[in-house]
């Protein structure tokens, strides 16, 4: 669980001299922490608060697999439905050992708000299965795909809850998904997104996410005085989202000059050569050991200035003590939920801008629009079509979201939040909720 410590006063048991008071905020809590801002500007009737920061629908599975060799292990899976008055609950799947009810259901509630703020007609929703897919075999990643699957079959449709992957889920798990749900209801390729091109995938679903950070950045460089040729940045986490970031960002001169991975960190001040970084780490699963780079200390990532600091792994990983030695022009969230409100705190003080999740990653949901709009009509796209029409949402989507940062001389992630919920509550109000 991701947990950060909010210092509070109560009296101490001896006097009346105050003593720090160690409160736990969870995952959730910090996504409801920025909601409550946004509720705060929007003046958002009592009732609806509530209504619009708890989830619709969670679903607990429990799962059994055996293994091959022999023993028979359980696991806990999660589906849980944020909200779904804009449109169809869509929502990764995450596998990770990380994985528990509060994490899904914060993420679930940052998809509602991401996919309001691209303006694409789905809801919100995420998925998970605690468990550790490095130490399990292909055929026991299937077993564990095709239970979650039936389990939670019933909750969805391409009208009502549509998966992808997110952490450790890639196409071929989507793949096993489509057809196990197929299964009970026949040829369904709209049931998820993310897909093999071969089974009704959309072409260029697969660097939607870091092609959409790098739409973000072109535009958000400007505002920030920053020239994206011979801009240095740094990236935490060198996976799907991760390394194409990296190669966009490359294939438009700028210098990625360190890059961080579960494994280890690496640092070329002059600029790591990302096209055979890239093919480095398809053959060796990791950043650790690329020959033109020194070694690095993970942690200390964050700490080395850049212009451009792309977070893409996991939550939480920007706390106070991190954000306090960021030495970077702006932060780019391509990770969800990475810095925690206090850590946001610290570097709004520092005059260091962060573009929030919900808007700065929203490439790959809406990506993952089009795949189900591909699939429901059956007339597939070429890529070209599909990258210029998701610069067209991304672009529109940071020019909305700045131009309320300016009107309300707020951040850029109270903007979002206020653009989400003004649109979220607002699609509540016609149908009557
Ligand atoms: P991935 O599994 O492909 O890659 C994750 C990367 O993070 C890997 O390089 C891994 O080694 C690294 N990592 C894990 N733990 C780390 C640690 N402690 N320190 C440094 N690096 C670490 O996952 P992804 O799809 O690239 O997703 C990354 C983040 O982006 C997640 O927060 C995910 O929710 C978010 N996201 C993904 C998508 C998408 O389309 N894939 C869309 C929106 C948001």
């Not at 057809?179 to 897909?195: F, L, M, N, S, W």
Request: with cysteine; charged share 25%.
């Amino acid at each position: 669980m991701n947990k950060t410590v909010v210092p509070g006063a109560k009296q101490s048991p001896a006097g009346n001299r105050p003593e720090p008071r160690l409160k736990q905020r969870t995952a959730f809590e910090e996504v409801n922490y920025h909601l409550e801002r946004a509720f705060d500007r929007l003046d958002t009737p009592g009732p609806y608060r509530g209504i619009l920061k708890n989830p619709y629908r969670e679903q607990r599975v429990q799962l059994v697999l055996h293994r091959d060799d022999g023993r028979t292990e359980e696991y806990e899976g999660y589906r849980i439905q944020h909200n779904g008055a804009r449109g169809p609950y869509k929502g990764g799947v995450r596998y990770h050992p990380s994985v528990d009810v509060d994490e899904v259901r914060a993420l679930s509630s940052l998809m509602t708000w991401k996919t309001a703020i691209a303006d694409i007609p789905f809801g919100g929703a995420k998925g998970g299965v605690c468990c550790d897919p490095k130490h399990l075999s292909d055929r026991e990643l299937e077993a564990l795909t095709r239970a979650y699957l039936n389990k939670i079959d019933l909750i969805l449709g391409p009208q009502r809850d549509i998966p992808a992957p997110d952490v450790n889920t890639n196409a071929r798990i989507m793949a096993w998904m489509m057809d196990e749900y197929g299964k009970r209801h026949g040829y369904t390729p709209a049931i998820v997104t993310g897909k093999p091109i071969a089974l009704g995938g959309s072409k260029g679903r697969e660097q939607a996410t870091g092609l959409g950070l790098y739409h973000i950045a072109k535009q958000a460089a400007p505002d920030n005085k920053i020239k994206i040729e011979g801009a240095k940045v740094v990236i935490q986490g060198f996976g799907n989202v991760g390394s194409w970031a990296a190669h966009f960002l490359h294939q438009a001169g700028a210098k990625i000059i360190a890059v961080a991975d579960a494994d280890g960190a690496i640092r070329n001040d002059a600029g790591l050569d990302i096209p055979s970084l890239i093919d480095y780490v398809k053959e060796k699963k990791s950043v650790c050991g690329f020959p033109e780079a020194d070694v690095m200390v993970s942690s200390s990532i964050f700490e080395v200035p850049c212009d451009i600091l792309v977070p893409a792994a996991l939550n939480g990983v920007i706390g106070v003590e991190v954000a306090k030695k960021i030495r970077a022009r702006i932060i780019l969230e391509g990770a969800n939920n990475p810095t925690t409100p206090e850590a946001d705190e610290v570097l709004r003080e520092a005059g260091i801008p962060v573009v929030p999740d919900i808007l700065a990653n929203a490439g790959g949901v809406t990506v993952s629009y089009f795949e189900w709009t591909q699939n429901l009509t059956q007339f597939f796209w070429e890529e070209e079509e599909v990258f210029s029409k998701l610069e067209k949402v991304m672009t529109k989507a940071y020019h909305n979201v700045a131009a309320i940062a300016r009107k309300e001389k707020v951040d850029l992630r109270l903007a979002a939040f206020i653009l989400g919920v003004r649109r979220v509550y607002e699609a509540m109000r016609l149908r009557g909720v």
